[in-house]
């Protein structure tokens, strides 16, 4: 005997799968009941609670709405494709929460090295962060997050009051028209190299990525850290950086 369909409140209180998400599947296109009543109620054939036991199968797997459609539709058909979707919403995941407990990590450290620390240095240092996350990849934050373990927090301060000193001399050279190729400014260009290779470990691509956070954050984190190099200062300590090279 051919089972009667159901209605949806009858498909809503047998499932638990409230009406309303019933309605938006509807609407949507991900499941769209086989029949109708004459007054034009939605009736939903055995097929159609199949294809929503595979929807909140793929939903407990953490697939999005439109990505469930997708795959029951056939544009991605196979389990294996499935589970490398899956691996990739996981990996997403993993990462964020990663990058959020790095975050929490450094903001605590922050809170624990001051007596009293204000809401707006607090949001400071979450702002600073957060614009590292934009320029560096999360493995090249990894990578940065280990050298400042292994650096210690004294040395980090030293090279941060390093950079507050050197930045002002290489401006005031710039400024003063002296040639970068010059014993003084090469001297400066010294200098530089040494507390960029300490940062990044002479890794060329966190170089790189330095230089491009600067270019397109310079007044912003010019609000933040008083002292940072501009284009213009990035360009004329390179060429003493070549000629030192040379």
């Not at 409230?18 to 499941?31: F, K, P, Q």
């Not at 939903?44 to 929503?52: G, M, N, P, V």
């Not at 990462?95 to 450094?106: E, N, P, S, V, Y």
């Amino acid at each position: 005997m051919k089972e009667p369909p159901w209605k949806v409140g009858e498909l809503a209180r047998n499932t638990g799968v409230s009406v309303r998400a019933l309605h938006h599947y509807d609407e949507i296109g991900l499941l769209t009941p086989s029949l109708r009543t004459a007054a034009g109620h939605r009736l939903y054939s055995r097929s159609d609670i199949e294809r929503l036991q595979q929807i909140q199968s793929l939903r407990l797997m953490g697939m999005s709405l439109d990505e469930s459609r997708r795959l029951l539709d056939g544009a991605v058909a196979s389990p294996l494709q499935v589970i490398h979707l899956h691996l990739a919403r996981l990996r997403e995941q993993i990462a964020m929460q990663k990058r959020l407990a790095a975050r929490l990590g450094t903001l605590a450290q922050h809170l624990d090295g001051s007596d009293t620390v204000s809401l707006v240095e607090i949001c400071q240092t979450i702002e600073e962060m957060m614009t590292m996350e934009k320029y560096f990849s999360p493995e090249q934050l990894e990578v940065l997050e280990e050298r400042r373990i292994k650096v210690g927090e004294a040395r980090m301060k030293s090279v941060g009051d390093d950079w507050n000193v050197l930045i002002p001399q290489v401006r005031t050279a710039m400024d003063h028209g002296i040639d970068p190729t010059s014993p003084e400014v090469l001297e400066l260009a010294r200098r530089w190299q040494s507390l960029v290779h300490e940062f990044t470990g002479g890794d060329p691509a966190l170089a790189k990525a330095v230089k491009t956070m600067y270019d397109n954050e310079g007044p912003t984190l010019q609000k933040q850290l008083a002292n940072v190099p501009t284009p213009e200062m990035f360009a004329y300590i390179s060429k003493g950086c070549a000629a030192l090279k040379s």
